[in-house]
Structure formats: C-alpha cells, structure tokens
C-alpha cells in the first residue's frame, strides 16, 4: 500500500490556525473512518492527538481537530503555540478480511 | 498505567535476523480488542507499519514486508517478539512498539535504534 500524501511542512504563527492535509484513496482514507494522526517531537515517540477521524483523546487539547472530506482527511491546530511545532503524521486503518495501516510521510509544523 | 518498551540489539550485520521483544504493563493482549504493532521509523522519514498482533492470535503484515516479518506474542509474560530477516542498512531505523486499541495507536514505548552495518 502506498503511503498518504501529506505537505512536507507548514508553518504559522503564535495565535493563528493552520490546517495539515493527508491524502489518501478510497480504499483506505476514503473508504474507512478509521484516520488517526499523530505528534512527534524530535527525539520523541509518536503521540495520538486525533482518532476516528475527528476524537480527541483525554488530555489532547481542543486546539486540535481532525475531519474528513472524501479521500482527504485534515488536521486543524487553532490558536498556534510554540509546543506544537513538532512533526504529524496521519495514519488511515483499512481492510476488512486482511488488515492495511498505511502512514502519511510526515508534515513538520513551525511556528514562526 | 501503560507502558511499553522495546529491547534488542542496537547493531546486526547484514543477512543477519533481527529478534526485537516489547514488554508491556497495564493491559492484557488477552482483552478482546487488543493488539500490539511494530512500526519503525529510519532517521529523518516517516513511519512505516510493519505487523500486528491481536488478542485473538491472528498476525497481520505491511505487504512490502511480510516475506521477512515474523510476530508473535506471549501472554503470560506480556511480550510481542518480531523478527525481521534478512537485514539490509536500508533497515536502520528506530523500531517502535504501539498498542493498538480501537484501530489507533494509543501508546507507544520510547523506540529502539537499531543499526544495520558490517
């Protein structure tokens, strides 16, 4: 399975809003709402910020939100703080009889 | 409190087999619905799924991988065990164990770096 297509950085200023964007295919993206995305920063381990397309997890402020459009999922960052310049990732779940996990190749977040 | 971690070598040579176990605590991958994933990462890319293994035994595969890939679990010392043969320097990565939970990664351990070199 090939990996989702996401920008490879963005970047915004403290305050603002910025929008990731991971685009996939109607077999994984489109065809399930099973899209998770997370937060890396350097040197660190992933960390789930968003699931089933638009859940936060306890913990995970409501800065963060994810929807999906089609093939397209996003990921929403308002109100812009110096801790959440880091890398995303999404991640789309798919398949029914036999299981496919497929990664976006990473957004790098700056905030200016 | 859930916690993972992985263990294994820090370097294999070439054509050699890499065996990496994830010790966890705070869950049980008997629960129904639980699962346990290796996913790597090589230095400065993205992450890349390679297995799954979930509560019920059944083992699932990256399909770029699943030639090489070997996963399996034992309940009652809470470890999932991989082994990738047939190691290339392309495989130098930093390998992560995650639970799997509701179709999402919600725990991760801290990763290993594991060099493949002569």
């Known amino acids: 399975q090939s990996a989702l297509t996401q920008p490879r950085s963005v970047s915004g200023s403290p305050g603002q809003s910025v929008t990731i964007s991971c685009t996939g295919t109607?077999?994984?993206?489109?065809?399930?709402?099973?899209v998770s995305w997370y937060q890396q920063h350097p040197g660190k381990a992933p960390k789930l910020m968003i699931y089933?397309?638009?859940k936060r997890p306890s913990g995970v402020p409501d800065r963060f939100s994810g929807s999906k459009s089609g093939n397209t999922a996003s990921l929403t960052i308002s109100g812009l703080q110096a801790e959440d310049e880091a890398d995303y990732y999404c991640?789309?779940?798919?398949?029914?009889?036999?299981?496919?996990?497929?990664f976006g190749g990473g957004t790098k977040l700056t905030v200016l | 409190q859930v916690t993972l971690r992985e263990s294994g070598p820090a370097l294999v040579k070439p054509t050699q087999t890499l065996t990496l176990t994830c010790t966890f605590s705070?869950?049980?991958?008997?629960?129904?619905?639980?699962?346990v994933s290796w996913i790597r990462q090589p230095p400065g890319k993205a992450l890349e799924w390679l297995a799954l293994i979930d509560w019920d035994d059944d083992k699932y595969y990256s399909t770029s991988l699943k030639t090489r890939l070997t996963i399996s679990k034992d309940t009652s010392k809470n470890q999932v065990v991989l082994t990738m043969t047939n190691m290339d320097p392309v495989d130098t990565a930093t390998y992560y164990c995650?639970?799997?939970?509701?179709?999402?990664?919600?725990?991760w351990g801290q990763g290993t770096l594991v060099t493949v070199s002569s």
């Open positions: 991640c789309s779940y798919a398949g029914s009889y036999t299981l496919h996990v497929v």
């Open positions: 995650a639970r799997s939970h509701d179709r999402n990664f919600d725990y």
């Open positions: 705070g869950f049980s991958l008997s629960t129904s619905g639980m699962c």
């Open positions: 109607s077999s994984d993206v489109g065809g399930y709402n099973y």
């Open positions: 089933d397309v638009s």
